[in-house]
């Protein structure tokens, strides 16, 4: 009988983390298929319309932004989620730019990655999802101040609150407070949250 689950590609060097994601996962309803590294993926997966791979940052061989890359270079890219145990702002600006659909900080949060997950669930296959993710981001963005709008530029850029400070001529407290509010009006669960809403915002559509 032909698995009509929909499939999402683990690729995780870790075996007892991969095996770990791979149940969870199939748990929750999809076909997990494990990779254990992205070369081993890149040359034996067969991605189809509506799969998502979820892919370790740090790995031997190619990384999970090379990985990224490499699918982004295909016809019909599936949308991929980047997960890293070294949670800096820079990985996940950079991970957002190069076009992952979300980033998690390892371990991740059971309940905060499945419902990544089902965020995507078929949105390769459905270009609608796509435009309803983007009309999204761009109505979260829009409660902004005109200030906030430039403190977020400044993050979506990977600065800390010091370098923003000092670009904006504000205090240091001040750039939290409006990084704070724009936590908040924007209803952004995670800085992973921010920076999807702000690469969404200025996606073509």
């Given at each position: ?9 683990v690729v ?21 298929c ?8 890149l ?27 490499a699918?982004?270079?295909r016809?019909?890219?599936p949308p991929?989620?980047?997960m ?6 820079r ?21 905060r990655?499945?419902e990544?997950?089902?965020r995507f669930?078929?949105v390769?296959a ?14 979260r963005?829009?409660r ?6 430039e ?5 979506l850029?990977?600065?800390t ?31 992973a949250?921010?920076v999807?809403?702000?690469?969404l ?5």
């Amino acid at each position: 009988m032909t698995d009509v689950r929909p499939r999402v590609h683990v690729v995780e060097d870790d075996a007892v983390a991969r095996d770990a994601l791979c149940l969870l996962l199939d748990c929750d309803g999809w076909q997990a298929c494990p990779h254990p590294s992205a070369d081993q993926f890149l040359a034996a997966s067969d991605v189809g319309p509506g799969d998502v791979v979820i892919s370790d940052i740090r790995m031997p061989g190619r990384s999970g932004l090379d990985l990224l890359t490499a699918l982004n270079a295909r016809d019909g890219a599936p949308p991929v989620v980047l997960m890293t145990a070294y949670g800096e702002i820079r990985d996940a600006v950079n991970a957002m730019r190069a076009g992952a659909v979300d980033y998690l900080e390892k371990p991740a949060d059971p309940d905060r990655l499945l419902e990544v997950m089902r965020r995507f669930r078929g949105v390769a296959a459905d270009p609608e999802a796509v435009d309803s993710l983007r009309r999204d981001a761009r109505a979260r963005l829009s409660r902004l101040t005109a200030r906030e709008r430039e403190v977020l530029v400044h993050l979506l850029r990977g600065e800390t609150n010091k370098e923003i400070a000092r670009a904006l001529s504000l205090s240091h407290r001040t750039v939290e407070q409006h990084r704070g509010h724009i936590m908040l009006k924007t209803n952004a669960a995670s800085f992973a949250d921010l920076v999807r809403y702000g690469s969404l915002s200025h996606a073509s559509g």
